[in-house]
């Protein structure tokens, strides 16, 4: 089977200094690739480069062998990234920061839909609360809350384990592990000690 996403001999470079060079990675349908490596070791440069939002010093992103420069409309329909800030409006409501989440997105969402998936990810209540009167754990819920929704085949997340407490953190292992069961793919960073079940395939890369 053909690579879906293609990392092919990425070099970072910040300022003076050399973050990452040569790197090479690929990933499957159904699979997950985790990103670690010290603060500043340049994880959020590299999932930055997967979606497009920084250009490499060298070498380049492929997505089912194309260059993701050259098919940046399909590809950015393809995918969901989620950096390590929530991005959400503290003026509105989780609500209507999923809603305008899934419209950016192109994703048809009713309102139904939305309370459910902010309901799943424990906001059961909340769903119309400003977002600047939730902790950091339920902001997180909140823009995680859009994954499950929409046909993105690719999801970036950075640091998405961040704040969320043990409910929380089940939930979104399930949220993955079942993505990537349904043959969707995962590249991701987290600090924390997060045991994914055996039978999820997994490539790993250490900067």
């Keep these: ?24 990675a690929e990933l499957l349908p159904g699979e997950l690739l985790r990103v670690s490596g010290a603060n500043g070791a340049g994880k959020t440069s590299l999932l930055r480069m997967l979606c497009g939002l920084l250009a490499p010093s060298q070498g380049q992103v492929l997505w089912q ?23 959400l409006k503290d003026d509105l409501s989780a ?22 998936a902010l309901a799943d990810a424990g906001l059961r209540g909340r769903e119309r609360l400003p977002v600047r009167s939730l902790s950091q754990g339920q902001r997180r819920r909140a823009a995680l809350a859009r994954l499950p929704l929409g046909q993105a085949a690719l999801w ?20 993955i592990e079942s993505h990537l069961r349904g043959g969707g793919m995962a590249v991701l960073t987290s600090h924390q000690g997060v045991q994914f079940s055996d039978a999820v395939p997994q490539r790993s890369v250490v900067l």
Aim: hydrophobic letters at 45%; proline letters at 1%.
């Design 1 to 24: 089977m053909n690579a879906a996403l293609e990392l092919r001999d990425l070099s970072c470079t910040r300022g003076r200094r050399s973050l990452f060079t040569d790197l090479s």
């Design 65 to 87: 062998g194309t260059a993701v420069h050259r098919c940046r409309e399909s590809y950015h329909r393809q995918l969901i990234y989620i950096g390590h800030a929530a991005a």
């Design 95 to 116: 609500l209507e920061n999923l809603q305008v989440a899934l419209h950016l997105g192109g994703v048809a969402a009713d309102e139904a839909t939305a309370y459910k």
């Design 156 to 175: 970036v997340l950075d640091e998405p384990f961040n704040a969320l407490d043990s409910a929380a953190s089940a939930w979104l292992l399930a949220l």
